[in-house]
């Protein structure tokens, strides 16, 4: 079975530093690891995704995220937040053998003026 | 490219009402689908996907039930919805497994 945690039910970051949202991950094989990004009443929106190859990927709006095998980790990073970059972000598994993603709860990053 | 419809964007029903809420995609063919339920703009609990036309998996039992009458159509219904029925619903398809998935916009269903 393939789960996700997303410990943080929110996070608070002043504009302009850094920032970041945690996500680990269970499943029994190799993984497909994904963030997306909802803003109010919208569908989610690709963020990034992990397949292969580097361990830093780097996706939309200036986020990355690294994949660390050894802590099951792949925690969302901006070196500089925005205000706009407030909002609900979901990490999402997938195992290779697997028909569908499972989700994390979502943590919901505030970032303050 | 592939495109993903989902309508209508908002909806407010009386308890005892019929739900229909459609998703279409575009520029695939044979897609995995979708239908998640967000309540309180939080986590996301999956309904059910369709591998197939006619081929449905339930994920929970409740007052829903959804059809896929052809490849790029997925349906989710109720003959009477529930108070507890209110929610963003949101649909979703994949095809390779290493894409994630596509959104839909979503819906949001106030039952009053």
């Known amino acids: 079975a393939q789960s996700v945690a997303q410990p943080e039910d929110q996070v608070n970051v002043a504009e302009g530093n850094p920032l970041t949202v945690k996500c680990t991950y269970s499943v029994s094989g190799n993984p497909y690891l994904f963030w997306y990004v909802q803003y109010p009443n919208r569908g989610l929106q690709f963020l990034l995704k992990?397949?292969?190859?580097?361990?830093l990927v780097k996706g939309s709006y200036g986020f990355e995220a690294e994949f660390n095998k050894s802590q099951t980790s792949f925690h969302l990073k901006k070196p500089s937040a925005l205000v706009s970059d407030s909002a609900l972000y979901f990490c999402a598994v997938r195992d290779r053998g697997a028909d569908g993603l499972t989700f994390g709860k979502g943590t919901h990053l505030i970032i303050q003026p | 490219s592939q495109t993903i419809h989902q309508w209508p964007a908002t909806l407010v029903q009386p308890v005892g009402s019929p739900l229909s809420l459609e998703c279409t995609v575009e520029g695939t063919s044979n897609p995995n689908l979708y239908w998640y339920r967000q309540a309180a703009g939080r986590g996301l609990q999956l309904l059910f996907y369709?591998?197939?036309?006619?081929?449905i998996s339930s994920e929970v039992p409740q007052n829903l039930s959804a059809s896929r009458p052809q490849d790029r159509q997925f349906i989710l219904s109720s003959k009477k919805l529930l108070l507890s029925d209110s929610g963003f619903y949101l649909c979703?398809?994949?095809?390779?497994?290493?894409?994630?998935?596509?959104f839909g916009s979503g819906t949001r269903l106030t039952v009053v």
């Open positions: 369709s591998v197939g036309i006619g081929q």
């Open positions: 992990y397949i292969t190859g580097d361990n």
């Open positions: 979703a398809w994949s095809g390779t497994p290493g894409y994630g998935y596509t």
